[in-house]
């Protein structure tokens, strides 16, 4: 008798099992920062938040749908023209409820074993096994108010089977005012987000304000090596030697300088609030120096 109420529990359990997996779907719906570069000249982010920005800083988020179904592949239903339109938004600032106003693009990139394929927003999209599709967003409030914020989202859409798709994280982001001890790190900030865009000129100009500011800054000299680094890229492609060379020698030099800051622990900006990520930073110079320094 106890075997075969052992042998019942079982097979209930085992059909509550597939009941289960049958009303959860493959898909993941999840919300990561877009571009980011990291805290250097500031304290990391404090209260819960996983990000620091500064009043008036752009945020922008990348937004995933993920088929974590190694087997199979699933399809995203939606009802909307729109990606907008199928994102839900709620946001809080300091646990108060708060109003947020978000604009999704409606390009949206396939992600499948290291490809990346454009793929047109329609009302079903096909997803392979462990592939994901992204789109980019962005909030439109100007200048936050400092506090820490999270972002709770879900879709309208679901899966073929109508089955609503479970978001796996929040977005939780710090905002703080800026003050004159933060403009070192607001110009290291956008001097890297002007390279990122391929604004060389204006990422060196800020370099050098931010050496005029800060004269032993080793992220100054990082990024004038970035910089120089990107342009002997752009020399070769156009068969420019004698300037390629030229522009390896500066951001050979650069990196240079920046380590030599850094050992020395001059950069006290950088070794005061963070000295685990001027740790990692060092390590990764070093490798840089090798590297270029090898016939």
């Known amino acids: 008798m106890a075997r075969v109420l052992a042998t019942g529990a079982a097979l209930i359990l085992l059909l509550s099992s597939i009941a289960s997996a049958q009303v959860v779907s493959a898909l993941r719906f999840s919300v990561s920062v877009g571009e980011y570069f990291g805290e250097a000249y500031t304290s990391l982010p404090q209260n819960g938040g996983s990000f620091v920005f500064f009043a008036g800083e752009p945020i922008s988020l990348v937004l995933s749908v993920a088929n ?7 399809e995203m ?3 909307a023209d729109d990606p ?3 994102l839900v938004l ?29 793929v047109e927003w329609n009302r079903r999209i096909r997803l392979d096994p ?17 506090g820490v914020y999270v972002l709770e989202r879900s879709l309208r859409a679901s899966d073929e089977l109508s089955r609503p798709i479970p978001v796996v994280n929040y977005f939780a982001f710090e905002v703080r005012a ?10 290291r900030r956008q001097g890297f987000r002007e390279l990122v865009n391929s604004q060389y000129d204006s990422a060196e100009a800020i370099a050098r304000r931010l050496l005029a500011l800060h004269p032993n800054s080793s992220q100054a000299r990082v990024l004038l090596g970035d910089v120089a680094e990107a342009r002997q ?5 156009v068969g420019n030697l004698p300037m390629a060379r030229e522009s390896f020698r500066q951001a050979t030099d650069s990196y240079q300088r920046a380590l030599t800051l850094l050992e020395a622990g001059t950069d006290a900006l950088l070794l005061r609030p963070n000295e685990a990520v001027s740790s ?3 390590e990764g110079l070093r490798t840089r120096v090798r590297a270029m320094r090898t016939p």
């Not at 974590?68 to 592949?73: G, K, V």
């Not at 462990?130 to 400092?146: I, M, S, Y």
């Not at 890229?233 to 492609?237: H, S």
């Open 68 to 74: 974590s179904d190694s087997e199979s592949a699933h």
């Open 77 to 79: 239903v939606t009802s």
């Open 84 to 86: 907008a339109s199928e």
């Open 90 to 118: 709620t946001a809080f600032r300091d646990r108060q409820a708060i109003e947020l106003k978000m604009s999704v693009t409606p390009e949206a990139s396939l992600y499948d074993a290291g490809s990346v394929t454009p």
């Open 130 to 146: 462990l592939v994901h599709v992204e789109w980019r967003a962005k909030l439109l409030d100007p200048a936050l108010e400092p």
């Open 178 to 187: 800026p003050t004159p001890a933060s403009e070192p790190e607001l110009l």
């Open 233 to 237: 890229k752009e020399y070769m492609k």
């Open 280 to 282: 990692h930073v060092i």
